[in-house]
């Protein structure tokens, strides 16, 4: 099991650096990665004609995004929380010795610490208010929208992240000159014509070989 995570490393990160500055500690969302890691080999199957890294991308983003979810509001990393106090001590220290308020610049020569991140460790003292809370105000059509509302793509932002990963994850799988084409088709705009120049291979050729891998890519990202 160890060894299978220990191969699977870089997979999970690429998952974890997603849900980054979110409050959360990387090494936290780390370990909830892996918990969905091994949820993945529990239930893999051979014969599911994908690779168990593919298909395991769906049990990891799920498992973070889950515990995101049931940990309730916005989590404040230790270090900020840390931070906060620090100044706070500063502050009251500050306000009983000279009878006024410090500054943000005055914090900073004596914290050594950029205003940025003092500005953030004060504003999370601040209460935050829920996602799903209805704002008073209304939109064009005359509807209460809540901040979540307000802030969504109305697409299912889970699947678009999982198909990129998979998609990633399935070219790296190919051959070289599979990669080759691909690469040179969808990421550099070239045309058929322009690739089997390159490689030195009939147009023919690359439409098959370009046809297959689709295929095959679009049976994998499906099954996953």
Known sequence: MEKLINNNNGLIWSI??????RGYEVEDLYQIGCIGFIKSIKRFDT????KLSTY???YILGEIKRFIRDDGPIKISRSIKE????INELKKHHLN???KE???EEISKELKISKEDIAIAIESNNTIES???VDANKNNEGKQLSFLDKISTGKNEEELITNKIVIKQLINELEDREKEIILLRFFKDKTQMEVSKILGISQVQVSRIERK???NMKRKLTSA
């Open 16 to 21: 974890v650096k997603r849900f980054m500055n």
């Open 47 to 50: 014969n599911f004609e994908v």
């Open 56 to 58: 395991s991308v769906p």
């Open 83 to 86: 931070l906060s106090v620090k």
């Open 97 to 99: 010795k000279y009878g």
């Open 102 to 104: 410090i500054t943000i």
């Open 131 to 133: 996602i799903d809370k």
């Open 213 to 215: 891998i689709l295929e």
